[in-house]
């Protein structure tokens, strides 16, 4: 079965420092992998996904996450960040979508604070 | 007008109540999910379907019940509510390279 672990509860950066959570699954075939973003009381917005192709993945709002299959992991990053990056951040996993047992399994999340 | 919709948005009930979340979708998906959300424990997947016909249990369907009443229409339910169901409820579809997600129930139960 597949699962997700960020291993960070907590983060605090600085407005304009650099920005990397940690992401680190367990799937046995190629992954699906996303990013979503959570402001307080709204709902999942999707930052960025990665199925095939080029590792270093770019989404929106200037974020960017690099697949690394020997470490399994998928790493978001942003390298200044903003007052208004303050949210909560999920990475998930998929299986594949053809599959009898298709799903997305989320991480518990990172908390990012920004600094002013 | 949004892709995935979820009702109640929000609903206060009583231990021992039946109760009933509704989600619909104008996008067409097959594949259809319930995830509830704890503070410090993401999301969660309860249930998830792949048609009318296809049911499958999440990670904790424990204490909970689905119904797909069509292909735009997947419905949780909690047959006798406790406390501890207390959540955020989210459905979601799912296209190949993106969930696609409501705007989320806020569950309490007293």
């Known amino acids: 079965a597949q699962s997700v672990t960020q291993p960070d509860i907590h983060i605090t950066v600085s407005e304009g420092a650099s920005l990397e959570l940690r992401c680190n699954y367990s799937?046995?075939?190629?992954?699906?992998l996303f990013w979503y973003v959570q402001s307080p009381g709204q709902g999942l917005q999707l930052l960025l996904k990665?199925?095939?192709?080029?590792?270093l993945v770019q989404g929106i709002k200037g974020f960017e996450a690099e697949f690394k299959r020997s470490q399994s992991s998928f790493n978001l990053r942003k390298p200044s960040v903003h007052w208004s990056d303050a949210a909560e951040y999920f990475c998930?996993?998929?299986?594949?979508?053809?599959?009898?047992?298709?799903?997305?399994?989320f991480g518990s999340g990172t908390r990012l604070s920004i600094r002013p | 007008d949004a892709d995935v919709t979820q009702t109640p948005r929000n609903r206060i009930t009583k231990t021992g109540k039946r109760i009933m979340l509704e989600c619909s979708q104008t996008?067409?998906?097959?594949?259809m999910y319930w995830y509830r959300q704890d503070p410090g424990l993401g999301l969660r997947l309860i249930y998830y379907?792949?048609?009318?016909?296809?049911?499958n249990k999440g990670e904790i369907s424990d204490g909970y019940s689905v119904s797909r009443q069509a292909q735009a229409k997947f419905s949780l339910s909690l047959e006798s509510a406790i406390p501890n169901q207390t959540a955020l409820y989210f459905c979601?579809?799912?296209?190949?390279?993106?969930?696609?997600f409501g705007p989320g129930t806020r569950l309490t139960v007293l």
């Open positions: 979601a579809t799912r296209a190949e390279d993106e969930q696609f």
């Open positions: 799937y046995g075939a190629t992954p699906y």
């Open positions: 990665y199925f095939s192709g080029d590792t």
């Open positions: 998930a996993v998929g299986t594949e979508f053809y599959s009898s047992a298709s799903k997305i399994i």
């Open positions: 996008k067409g998906h097959d594949r």
């Open positions: 379907s792949f048609d009318v016909k296809d049911i």
